[in-house]
């Protein structure tokens, strides 16, 4: 079973950092919006997967009060969802920025029109009440 680790990171407006993709027909999704994180590699912890990918994908990135939200599973596949706030700038997360064509901060109302795979959307709007 393939594990990871991702983190719907929100900003002081409550807008939620979502990360576009590269289109690179290799990885999951290619093109498509998604979390911040990925993979957990074998003996790591889920929160550790989370905090190394974090800072291989957006380096210095200021984030608190993580917590753990839940799972999204399906036959051979975990992802382990967690929750945070930024004060990070769009700007400065852009310029940290190592993995993805960029990130951006989306109010709820705009997430339901992105390209993003079906399993996150529906776990953002299932726990709306939680984030929002």
């Keep these: ?16 950092l979502l990360q576009l ?25 889920p929160l550790d997967a989370l ?12 984030i608190t009060n993580i917590i753990k939200l839940g799972d999204i599973s399906s036959d051979n596949y975990l992802m382990n969802i967690f929750f945070g706030k930024t004060n990070d700038s769009e700007e400065l997360l852009n310029k940290r920025l190592n993995e993805g064509v960029k990130v951006q901060f989306f109010n709820f109302s705009e997430i339901k029109n992105l390209k993003m795979a079906n399993n996150i959307k529906e776990f953002i709007f299932k726990n709306r009440q939680l984030l929002f």
């Design 1 to 16: 079973m393939r594990k990871s680790s991702h983190i719907i990171l929100l900003n002081k407006s409550g807008e939620i």
């Design 21 to 45: 993709r590269d289109n690179k027909p290799e990885i999951f999704n290619p093109g498509y919006w998604g979390l911040i994180g990925g993979a957990i590699d074998h003996e790591e912890n």
């Design 51 to 62: 905090l190394r990918e974090i800072n291989e994908e957006i380096p210095g990135c200021d």
